[in-house]
């Protein structure tokens, strides 16, 4: 099989769709997390104030992560639009990706397997 079926690309589209939406919604509603975090040093201790510093980051490396995933899914739709052949294809074996993983993660450009060499081989 090379290609998606026509009623897999449309459901794969709706999924992107909601994921895209959902992500700018994700994105919306973390707006003012990169803001300087300014604490009383007076009235807030050390702990206290190294919890807050470590939120932030973690949620700035959450917003990163979104925006980056978002850009994913933008492109994966673009193709979609266009009716690009290799839409649902892994981008390293050309094989279809397989439906159920499709399905669970929409903006998945490689195959199982091919995601899990990348994995192994990765830093």
Known sequence: MTELRPDQARRLR???EALKAE????LSDAGGISQTIELDQARVGRLSRM???QHQAMA????RRA???LHRVSARLGEAA???PDFGLCRDCLEVIP???LEAIPDALFCTDCQHLRTETSP
């Open 60 to 63: 700035k490396e959450q917003r």
């Open 14 to 16: 709706q999924l992107l």
């Open 67 to 69: 925006e980056v995933r």
């Open 23 to 26: 992500l700018e919604q994700q």
């Open 99 to 101: 439906w159920p993983r």
């Open 82 to 84: 266009v009716n690009d």
């Open 51 to 53: 919890d807050a510093l």
